[in-house]
């Protein structure tokens, strides 16, 4: 089964309530229809009905059995505008300005989320990358021991046999352009958890540079090493190794002639980059050179899953971003149940999953893996 195919898999697996923000795009709708009728999740689209009617209409698509809620008369808008105000009022916040802001359905479904009311949401074909990430960041907040918010890329190498069998981690490709040593650990922290539930093994990290284990001396480096004192003292179970260059993170071979005795050479599935620069250049150069498939940037570090898409992104790209946060749901409600708290996941025999996966799913997932052949 592909990465993609498994994260679909589970999606029907637990099947989350999961808010679509834009619900007046017919991209929106459109994906909202294959995750209802393909059970992979419960999808609540936000808009005006008359708007989420006609962009029905115009994906060609009905709406039955499909949640819909416009913000802008949302049951819940005073309690909405009622927390953002006094969550924000020492920054500034305006009552009337929090009320104004609770009637978009990017906060209202921010607010959803917050509240409990649906276990993620996804944006991003209608808002830009900065609006979604403002929601996160004033409204769900930083996950517990996390201060920086950042974003990763899923890869998903064909042929390859690194990593977890082609599929990658890479960290962080779009948001920090410079991040600091504290910073560059709550990204890879971060990204550790999003490896749990989207590769669904063991994470291994490499902190990539230019030199291997003081193979070279430079103060760029100073920054890496220490981000692997952070981690190491703060999180002693990630599997985490550092200054590492890509070939010794990737290649057992290499990683044990340049790294021996790492707990990482040679393993790595989760790349965290030093800087944007090399973040960004390294997905891009991976999607072109070697045909993967990249999927991203989903933010990472926050307290709850959401998504944000490209402005140019098609109606199964929604769904599979939709899949990927109910999966990062579920993995969060599995920690709580891990750690004693009320929920728990249900579970379902792979054969019964696989048979909930849409024939219009499955396809994609066939022109992806097409795309890569
Ligand atoms: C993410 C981004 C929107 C934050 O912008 P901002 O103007 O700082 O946003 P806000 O002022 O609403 O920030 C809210 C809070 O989050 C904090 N914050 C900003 N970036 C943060 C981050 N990466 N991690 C944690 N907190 C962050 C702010 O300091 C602010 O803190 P406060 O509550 O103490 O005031 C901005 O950095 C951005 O636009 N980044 C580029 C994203 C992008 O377009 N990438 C393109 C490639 S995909």
């Known amino acids: 089964m592909s990465v993609i195919d498994r994260i679909l898999a589970l999606a029907a697996n637990t099947v989350k309530t999961i808010a679509l923000s834009e619900g007046e795009d017919p991209r929106m709708v459109a994906a909202a229809r294959r995750l209802a009728d393909q059970k992979l999740a419960r999808p609540v689209l936000l808009g005006r009905p008359d708007k989420i009617a006609e962009a029905a209409g115009k994906a060609g698509v009905s709406l039955d059995g499909i949640a819909t809620l416009d913000a802008s008369q949302g049951p819940r808008l005073a309690e909405f505008a009622k927390l953002y105000y006094e969550k924000r009022k020492a920054k500034g916040?305006?009552?009337?300005?929090?009320?104004?802001?609770?009637?978009?359905?990017?906060?209202?479904?921010?607010?959803?989320?917050?509240t409990g009311e649906v276990d993620g949401f996804v944006a991003g074909a209608v808002n830009s990358t900065a609006?979604?990430?403002?929601?996160?960041?004033?409204?769900?907040g930083m996950a517990p021991g996390i201060k920086t918010a950042?974003?990763?890329?899923?890869?998903?190498?064909?042929?390859?046999?690194?990593?977890?069998?082609?599929?990658?981690?890479?960290?962080?490709?779009?948001?920090?352009?410079?991040?600091?040593?504290?910073?560059l650990a709550d990204i890879a922290v971060a990204s550790n958890t999003m490896a749990k539930a989207l590769l669904q093994t063991t994470p291994y990290l490499a902190l990539l540079s230019f030199s291997t284990m003081g193979s070279a001396e430079h103060p760029n480096l100073d920054k890496v090493k220490e981000a692997r004192r952070i981690i190491k003292e703060n999180h002693p179970g990630i599997h985490v190794d550092g200054e590492l260059q890509a070939d010794a993170a990737l290649i057992p071979a290499i990683g044990s002639s340049k790294a021996p005795g790492s707990p990482v050479a040679g393993k790595a599935n989760v790349l965290i980059f030093p800087d944007l620069n090399a973040g960004n250049i390294a997905y891009k150069l991976t999607e072109r050179l070697a045909k993967a498939t990249a999927i991203g940037p989903l933010p990472?570090?926050?307290?709850?899953?959401?998504?944000?898409?490209?402005?140019?992104?098609?109606?199964?790209?929604?769904?599979?971003?939709a899949a990927i946060v109910s999966v990062q749901a579920a993995g969060r409600?599995?920690?709580?149940?891990?750690?004693g708290g009320p929920e728990a996941v249900p579970q379902k025999k792979e054969e019964e999953i696989v048979e909930l996966v849409s024939e219009?799913?499955?396809q994609r997932i066939r022109e992806i893996l097409d795309k890569q052949a």
């Open 360 to 362: 219009i799913v499955a």
């Open 333 to 339: 409600v599995a920690e709580v149940a891990s750690t």
């Open 300 to 321: 990472q570090g926050f307290a709850k899953p959401f998504s944000d898409l490209s402005r140019g992104c098609n109606a199964d790209d929604i769904v599979i971003a």
């Open 93 to 114: 916040l305006t009552e009337d300005q929090a009320a104004e802001a609770v009637r978009d359905p990017l906060w209202y479904g921010a607010w959803m989320l917050e």
């Open 150 to 183: 950042s974003s990763c890329f899923l890869m998903v190498v064909p042929d390859c046999e690194y990593g977890a069998q082609g599929a990658f981690i890479y960290s962080d490709c779009g948001l920090l352009p410079f991040p600091d040593a504290a910073q």
């Open 131 to 140: 609006n979604v990430f403002r929601a996160g960041l004033q409204v769900i």
